[in-house]
């Protein structure tokens, strides 16, 4: 090894890995730091800094995809607030999610675009805390992640 210090996402995403197979009880422990963590260094999440969020319910899941797509498949839990249909659906989902809500934005993968058009609405919108899982719905089904549908 070089010496040189890990890079701050490299770091987090190892440390939820390592805490995750330690125990998911301890991993849960220490979500909150991970999830501040994420918050600073990125405004794009790699899957395991997406899993590690689901897994410690600490951010509201947005699919960004038509709702058509929504409806056959997407994340467990995750809302549908599609870059289509976003004017229309956004003034329901401002009433249900305050504006500190942390928000994880998603579409089909990384050159889909839909995610990052929504997340940039949302932030125009007032909510702050709001990142974009660039993998999307095809690296979270291969890894085999919670689905419905």
């Known amino acids: 090894m070089s010496g040189k210090p890990l890079p701050r996402k490299l770091f987090a995403t190892l440390f939820v890995i ?4 330690i125990s998911p009880s301890l991993s849960q422990l220490h979500a909150a730091e991970t ?3 994420v918050k600073e260094v990125s405004a794009e999440l ?6 590690a969020l ?4 600490s951010a509201c899941f947005v699919d960004a995809r038509s709702e058509y797509v929504y409806y056959k498949s997407h994340i467990k839990g995750a809302i549908s607030l599609s870059k289509s249909r976003f004017d229309e659906q956004f003034p329901d989902f401002r009433q249900k999610h305050a504006i500190e809500t942390f928000i994880v934005v998603y579409c089909t993968e990384d050159s889909c675009g839909k995610a990052r058009n929504v997340a ?3 932030m125009k919108n007032g909510y702050k805390n709001v990142r974009v899982f660039s993998g999307g719905l095809i690296e979270w089904a291969h890894a085999g992640f919670p689905m419905e549908g």
């Open 54 to 57: 689901f897994d410690s319910h």
């Open 35 to 37: 999830v501040a963590l």
């Open 18 to 21: 390592s805490l995750s197979s």
């Open 120 to 122: 940039r609405k949302l």
């Open 46 to 51: 790699d899957l395991a800094a997406t899993k």
